[in-house]
């Protein structure tokens, strides 16, 4: 059975006449009957009634031409679904990202980015950096907006920001007034840390390793916003980046004078797994974007 047999049978039942139904194909009429009679030979069956002034589909014909319908009607709704995805300016880009990436980066980028592609739509998801890039590895996200960037041989990155990370403590703790602090010494304090598998936990983890040191962890949390509120609380100090969902809670940031804490934000793709051009289209800008916007504001 070849497709130009499905759309001639659909023709001649639509139209009732061979002539016509050829004339809409833009096929000769001698071509368009012997391709239907080849088809009622495989399908061991007359799809047509043919009289002298009419023609009329037979039991098997109407059973045929019917779900012949719904064959072309899909085939139509996916070639408009390919050609969708096809267009930089359409299709759907998902992305996973660091939860302290939700309440202001990403919703200003894709804001933006809407601005000029409004019929390009996302999925979001965000969880631990190690998540994120497990998604993008398993093919469930187009690409990842983490930190840092781990090494992995199958994923390529695109450093676009880097932050700095500074030991955080309430405004009455002892350490407040200090400028700058050895974390040698910050480290006898009990700290409040991300869980393992989040970015911020895995610096902080290869820091005391090549310090030397073992803090002393009370409290693990997921959200920025959850640590710093019980940091602010007095229940013990942290490692954060400044970020604008906390700029509210009473807090110091003082910078580590004996390490050099820098988080390195990138977008993570599968290497040798091409993009979608949507997918492609939006990487470029957030690249850029990223690049250009360093400060708190995003």
Known sequence: MEWHQIENTVAVA?????????????????????????????????????????????????????????????????????????????????IAFLPTFGPHVLPNLIAEYKQQFPNVSFGLSQGAGEVNMKKVQEGQADLCITAPPYDRPDIEWTIVREEQLYVTVPMQHSFAGFKNISFREAAAEPFISFKKGFGLRFMFDVMCEEMGLEPDITFEGEEVSTIAGFVAAGLGISVLPKKPEIAHEPLIFIEINDYRLIRKVAIGVKKQVPLSPAARQFKAFAEKYLQQNQGGHV
């Open 14 to 94: 639509e139209t009732r006449n061979f002539t016509k139904a050829a004339k809409k194909k833009a096929v000769s009429q001698p071509a368009l009957s012997r391709s239907i009679i080849k088809l009622e030979e495989e399908l061991g069956t007359l799809l047509f009634i043919r009289g002298k002034k009419d023609i009329r589909l037979t039991p098997s014909g109407v059973v045929f031409v019917e779900k012949a319908k719904q064959i072309l009607q899909l085939m139509k709704e996916a070639k408009e679904d390919v050609q969708e995805m096809a267009s930089p300016d359409k299709g759907n880009v998902s």
